[in-house]
């Protein structure tokens, strides 16, 4: 019995202790958390205080880019001005600066967290309408809307990002109405949602291109007769009546047909002729008895809706020319990383437009040399691309790239095989929904009457800062909760102001300058000024920055589109 | 005169072999009657696969479109399109055929299989039970490593090792099925090994592996056979989930969960694409579990003669 008390005494004891040390514990960081409060705040209400000082980022000269396109400097002239001075002209500067890969951060928070992605997506701080509240990872993200956004604000107040790679369960979500909105349904689903009163469907631009790439350091893709017989060989036209929704078409160009200057519609792709695809690889002494890998992710793209039925697709068509395919399936993030190394020498891949301009297609893919995806570049090739790059007159820019399509149908680096047109689809309550061209939709102006928006996409995000990424599914979460110096508008592809109300250029479209709007705030309480802009800008180009984080490291945007780093390790 | 002919045949009933008589047993077991239907059915389907399917399983007709349901033209489908029985393919091609051809190939996946577990089972249950001593422990333990995982997970484990392939995920699914047997015919043996007639032999001089294949395992092969023919199931069963999960055969290759996995996205647009594949895989399975229950009954001298009586 009395053992029996003693226990109860005990345990009595360990539980008021317990208590005592779990009140004790919450209450002693409160005045820590607290204490650092006012710290933050004291140099915010003093910054306005002090005067302005002008931050300037430049490269003593151009040389460290070589001939190729860099930024020479990035100066902010006053509070709300901001100069970019390029080495070469680049009359795309200002879609460019669009993209939300190269969105804006206060300076300070950039400091505090030295540009590092994953820090960054703990707890981000931006300008967007929306502002993120949680993030569970492999679940999903939970935004809410921005009180001090400067534009419009936002018709809902929570918009939540799920995502799921099945687009069957995608489509059950959103009849069963889980989601009001998801994005690509698959192709044999549009006619269910477009019959269904309750849904519509919103049809996407085919501003993409799908192709099959070789890589020209790889037997047998290291001979141009293989690869020009592979093209030949190939039915695109079956690919995509089988294959493609409605408002897809054969690929003509690298680039999609609207692109002008970029589009050459009289240099035509090679006509499907499987007789003489098989005479050419019999000149060109194929071995026939080797099996070649066909390398491919199973990820839903708007480019190719259903990967794995075009890669059999592709297997069957070759074996009856005598060729024998096999088919490898990778995991998406391998596959990319495999193919930019230049490890992969037959494979499926496309590419999405970021910003309506022929630059967009062709610097990425063949005058990149940060990407190996094609082997080796083609001196021919880049120097036609750089030509149309640098200059602004439509019908100059147009002839070089007559001559770039040229000399790609000439070399095949790969086969352009479609456009592929793809859709959103969202309840057909909800007001305001759109699809993108660029696969950037904005939530802000949607509303479905509720106080929540759930929207189902393919995959997760990498992360919610986006400087270092490349992939569609992260960019639009980021898209939401940071802004870029321009914008593009909403469901279209067209430049419009958004944190710099205006911009200029000079004659020969070296110098850019920006001007910012006075009344945006960051939801960390900062205001934007010209500095935040000058050190967002340098912490993605200059190599030896502080804050030149990432997530990879590799800002292989940055690079496509600007040109070299600054200060680059050798 | 006809008592005579009466007891003529209850003493031939007598001299029957025990195999004869275990088949006789298995004939008037009904599931298992059912189960040799749906064997006979599918392994003659495996075997004239050829004339059975109207088109190449890999073949990817033109002129078709794809996901197209049945067409039956006795059913009233329309006689100036094309005819497949069980609809076309997310490739367009013919659904039955694949099928068809599904059947050879599983069939194989799951005998080849048993073959090789059942091989090297028997090999380290006899070592095992025969040797006794250290060797037995040591082998024993190893088996029970390999069952400590449950099978699924362990040769997916096996095929990420091996590299993916057909092959590879038969070889997996054979080491993951040895254990079973290897226990089977090391209990037989321990079992048998003390007995007078093994005793017997010994005291006349014969050479222990004489008394091993001779005397011993001959009692190992009843529970053998049924336990084969359950594990042939679920070998089939393992190496259609493998294919699922893109870990066994390769397209085009026409394998049963191959398919499955192709067209799950489509379930509810073309259900027919995952409902034959499906359909036929349990019909396998059920075929071989069906078999194998009535073998057991058969086979067991214990439970037939409760059964006869």
Same mark, same amino acid.
């Not at chain 2, 592996?209 to 023919?229: D, E, M, S, W, Y």
């Given at each position: 019995?009395?053992?029996?008390?003693?226990?109860?005494?005990?345990?009595?004891?360990?539980?008021?202790?317990?208590?005592?040390?779990?009140?004790?514990?919450?209450?002693?960081?409160?005045?820590?958390?607290?204490?650092?409060? @006012?710290?933050?705040?004291?140099?915010?209400?003093?910054?306005?205080?002090?005067?302005?000082?002008?931050?300037?980022?430049?490269?003593?000269?151009?040389?460290?880019?070589?001939?190729?396109?860099?930024?020479?400097?990035?100066?902010?002239?006053?509070?709300?001005?901001?100069?970019?001075?390029?080495?070469?002209?680049?009359?795309?500067?200002?879609?460019?600066?669009?993209?939300?890969?190269?969105?804006?951060?206060?300076?300070?928070?950039?400091?505090?967290?030295?540009?590092?992605?994953?820090?960054?997506?703990?707890?981000?701080?931006?300008?967007?309408?929306?502002?993120?509240?949680?993030?569970?990872?492999?679940?999903?993200?939970?935004?809410?809307?921005?009180?001090?956004?400067?534009?419009?604000?936002?018709?809902?107040?929570?918009?939540?990002?799920?995502?799921?790679?099945?687009?069957?369960?995608?489509?059950?979500?959103?009849?069963?109405?889980?989601?009001?909105?998801?994005?690509?349904?698959?192709?044999?689903?549009?006619?269910?949602?477009?019959?269904?009163?309750?849904?519509?469907?919103?049809?996407?631009?085919?501003?993409?291109?799908?192709?099959?790439?070789?890589?020209?350091?790889?037997?047998?893709?290291?001979?141009?007769?293989?690869?020009?017989?592979?093209?030949?060989?190939?039915?695109?036209?079956?690919?995509?009546?089988?294959?493609?929704?409605?408002?897809?078409?054969?690929?003509?160009?690298?680039?999609?047909?609207?692109?002008?200057?970029?589009?050459?519609?009289?240099?035509?792709?090679?006509?499907?002729?499987?007789?003489?695809?098989?005479?050419?690889?019999?000149?060109?002494?194929?071995?026939?008895?080797?099996?070649?890998?066909?390398?491919?992710?199973?990820?839903?793209?708007?480019?190719? @809706?259903?990967?794995?039925?075009?890669?059999?697709?592709?297997?069957?068509?070759?074996?009856?020319?005598?060729?024998?395919?096999?088919?490898?399936?990778?995991?998406?993030?391998?596959?990319?990383?495999?193919?930019?190394?230049?490890?992969?020498?037959?494979?499926?891949?496309?590419?999405?437009?970021?910003?309506?301009?022929?630059?967009?297609?062709?610097?990425?893919?063949?005058?990149?040399?940060?990407?190996?995806?094609?082997?080796?570049?083609?001196?021919?090739?880049?120097?036609?691309?750089?030509?149309?790059?640098?200059?602004?007159?439509?019908?100059?820019?147009?002839?070089?790239?007559?001559?770039?399509?040229?000399?790609?149908?000439?070399?095949?680096?790969?086969?352009?095989?479609?456009?592929?047109?793809?859709?959103?689809? !969202?309840?057909?309550?909800?007001?305001?929904?759109?699809?993108?061209?660029?696969?950037?939709?904005?939530?802000?102006?949607?509303?479905?009457?509720?106080?929540?928006?759930?929207?189902?996409?393919?995959?997760? @995000?990498?992360?919610?800062?986006?400087?270092?990424?490349?992939?569609?599914?992260?960019?639009?979460?980021?898209?939401?909760?940071?802004?870029?110096?321009?914008?593009?508008?909403?469901?279209?592809?067209?430049?419009?102001?958004?944190?710099?109300?205006?911009?200029?250029?000079?004659?020969?479209?070296?110098?850019?300058?920006?001007?910012?709007?006075?009344?945006?705030?960051?939801?960390?309480?900062?205001?934007?000024?010209?500095?935040?802009?000058?050190?967002?800008?340098?912490?993605?180009?200059?190599?030896?920055?502080?804050?030149?984080?990432?997530?990879?490291?590799?800002?292989?945007?940055?690079?496509? !589109?600007?040109?070299? !780093?600054?200060?680059?390790?050798? | 005169?006809?008592?005579?002919?009466?007891?003529?045949?209850?003493?031939?009933?007598?001299?029957?072999?025990?195999?004869?008589?275990?088949?006789?047993?298995?004939?008037?077991?009904?599931?298992?009657?059912?189960?040799?239907?749906?064997?006979?059915?599918?392994?003659?389907?495996?075997?004239?696969?050829?004339?059975?399917?109207?088109?190449?399983?890999?073949? /990817?007709?033109?002129?078709?479109?794809?996901?197209?349901?049945?067409?039956?033209?006795?059913?009233?489908?329309?006689?100036?399109?094309?005819?497949?029985?069980?609809?076309?393919?997310?490739?367009?091609?013919?659904?039955?055929?694949?099928?068809?051809?599904?059947?050879? /190939?599983?069939?194989?996946?799951?005998?080849?299989?048993?073959?090789?577990?059942?091989?090297?089972?028997?090999?380290?249950?006899?070592?095992?039970?025969?040797?006794?001593?250290?060797?037995?422990?040591?082998?024993?333990?190893?088996?029970?490593?390999?069952?400590?995982?449950?099978?699924?997970?362990?040769?997916?484990?096996?095929?990420?090792?091996?590299?993916?392939?057909?092959?590879?995920?038969?070889?997996?699914?054979?080491?993951?099925?040895?254990?079973?047997?290897?226990?089977?015919?090391?209990?037989?043996?321990?079992?048998?090994?003390?007995?007078?007639?093994?005793?017997?032999?010994?005291?006349?001089?014969?050479?222990?592996?004489?008394?091993?294949?001779?005397?011993?395992?001959?009692?190992?092969?009843?529970?053998?056979?049924?336990?084969?023919?359950?594990?042939?199931?679920?070998?089939?069963?393992?190496?259609?989930?493998?294919?699922?999960?893109?870990?066994?055969?390769?397209?085009?290759?026409?394998?049963?969960?191959?398919?499955?996995?192709?067209?799950?996205?489509?379930?509810?647009?073309?259900?027919?694409?995952?409902?034959?594949?499906?359909?036929?895989?349990?019909?396998?399975?059920?075929?071989?579990?069906?078999?194998?229950?009535?073998?057991?009954?058969?086979?067991?001298?214990?439970?037939?003669?409760?059964?006869?009586?």
């Amino acid at each position: 019995m009395s053992k029996r008390f003693f226990f109860t005494l005990v345990g009595v004891l360990v539980l008021f202790s317990m208590l005592l040390t779990a009140c004790g514990g919450g209450a002693a960081p409160a005045p820590a958390t607290e204490a650092p409060a @006012p710290a933050t705040e004291a140099p915010a209400t003093e910054a306005p205080a002090a005067p302005f000082e002008p931050m300037v980022v430049a490269a003593p000269d151009c040389t460290y880019a070589g001939d190729g396109m860099g930024f020479k400097s990035v100066e902010a002239v006053d509070q709300y001005t901001v100069k970019f001075t390029l080495c070469l002209p680049d009359p795309a500067f200002p879609s460019k600066v669009a993209f939300s890969v190269f969105s804006i951060l206060d300076k300070d928070y950039l400091d505090q967290t030295q540009g590092d992605s994953v820090v960054i997506s703990e707890n981000p701080v931006g300008s967007g309408p929306y502002k993120v509240v949680e993030w569970v990872r492999g679940d999903h993200i939970t935004l809410e809307a921005n009180p001090d956004y400067w534009g419009e604000p936002a018709k809902v107040k929570t918009l939540i990002f799920r995502w799921s790679e099945q687009s069957a369960q995608r489509l059950l979500e959103l009849q069963s109405g889980t989601v009001d909105g998801i994005d690509n349904p698959a192709p044999e689903d549009f006619a269910t949602i477009e019959a269904d009163p309750n849904l519509k469907l919103y049809p996407r631009a085919a501003g993409n291109i799908f192709y099959i790439g070789f890589n020209n350091k790889i037997a047998p893709f290291d001979k141009v007769e293989v690869r020009k017989a592979f093209a030949m060989a190939i039915d695109r036209q079956r690919i995509v009546d089988q294959y493609y929704p409605a408002g897809s078409s054969v690929a003509i160009n690298f680039v999609p047909d609207f692109f002008d200057p970029g589009f050459s519609p009289d240099v035509k792709w090679y006509d499907y002729d499987k007789a003489a695809a098989r005479k050419m690889l019999e000149d060109a002494g194929f071995d026939f008895n080797q099996t070649i890998t066909l390398s491919f992710r199973n990820v839903v793209r708007g480019y190719l @809706p259903t990967p794995d039925k075009v890669a059999i697709e592709i297997q069957a068509q070759l074996k009856e020319i005598g060729v024998n395919v096999k088919l490898e399936e990778m995991e998406s993030a391998a596959f990319i990383d495999a193919t930019a190394a230049g490890q992969k020498g037959f494979y499926l891949l496309g590419w999405g437009m970021d910003y309506p301009d022929a630059t967009n297609f062709f610097d990425y893919h063949f005058a990149n040399p940060a990407n190996q995806q094609f082997g080796d570049l083609i001196p021919d090739l880049v120097k036609a691309i750089n030509a149309g790059a640098v200059v602004a007159d439509p019908a100059t820019r147009q002839k070089s790239y007559d001559e770039v399509n040229k000399l790609i149908k000439e070399y095949v680096p790969m086969i352009p095989v479609a456009h592929g047109g793809s859709a959103t689809a !969202f309840k057909a309550n909800v007001a305001g929904a759109h699809a993108s061209p660029l696969g950037n939709e904005v939530f802000a102006v949607m509303d479905n009457g509720a106080d929540q928006l759930v929207w189902m996409q393919n995959g997760e @995000p990498a992360a919610l800062w986006c400087s270092d990424e490349t992939d569609g599914e992260t960019l639009r979460a980021c898209e939401q909760v940071f802004d870029p110096l321009l914008a593009f508008s909403v469901g279209g592809a067209e430049v419009v102001p958004n944190l710099a109300e205006k911009y200029e250029a000079n004659a020969d479209l070296t110098e850019w300058t920006f001007t910012l709007r006075k009344d945006v705030k960051f939801t960390n309480g900062a205001t934007l000024d010209a500095n935040d802009v000058v050190a967002t800008f340098a912490s993605y180009w200059d190599a030896s920055s502080p804050n030149h984080k990432g997530r990879t490291g590799t800002f292989e945007y940055f690079n496509a !589109f600007f040109g070299a !780093f600054l200060n680059a390790p050798k | 005169m006809a008592k005579t002919a009466q007891l003529d045949t209850s003493k031939h009933a007598e001299q029957r072999s025990p195999a004869r008589e275990a088949l006789h047993h298995l004939m008037r077991h009904r599931s298992a009657r059912a189960g040799m239907v749906i064997l006979g059915l599918l392994i003659l389907m495996a075997i004239f696969a050829e004339v059975i399917s109207p088109y190449d399983p890999t073949e /990817l007709l033109k002129d078709v479109k794809r996901r197209e349901p049945p067409c039956i033209h006795i059913l009233g489908c329309p006689a100036d399109k094309p005819e497949h029985i069980f609809g076309t393919d997310g490739n367009s091609r013919d659904l039955f055929s694949r099928v068809v051809f599904g059947s050879r /190939l599983s069939l194989q996946v799951g005998i080849i299989t048993m073959f090789f577990a059942i091989l090297i089972g028997l090999i380290i249950g006899a070592v095992a039970g025969f040797a006794g001593g250290w060797l037995d422990n040591l082998l024993m333990r190893f088996m029970d490593v390999l069952m400590a995982f449950p099978s699924l997970l362990l040769s997916i484990a096996i095929v990420s090792v091996l590299g993916i392939g057909l092959i590879n995920a038969l070889l997996a699914i054979g080491i993951v099925s040895i254990p079973r047997f290897a226990r089977l015919v090391r209990s037989t043996v321990l079992s048998v090994k003390e007995m007078e007639y093994v005793q017997a032999a010994r005291a006349l001089g014969a050479s222990p592996l004489h008394i091993l294949f001779k005397r011993i395992l001959p009692n190992a092969i009843t529970p053998l056979i049924v336990q084969g023919t359950l594990g042939i199931a679920t070998a089939i069963l393992d190496a259609a989930a493998l294919s699922f999960l893109g870990l066994g055969a390769e397209p085009p290759r026409p394998e049963w969960g191959l398919m499955l996995s192709e067209e799950r996205n489509s379930i509810f647009s073309a259900p027919h694409l995952v409902f034959f594949p499906g359909l036929f895989i349990m019909l396998t399975v059920l075929g071989f579990n069906l078999l194998g229950d009535g073998l057991r009954d058969a086979l067991d001298p214990r439970l037939s003669r409760s059964s006869a009586a």
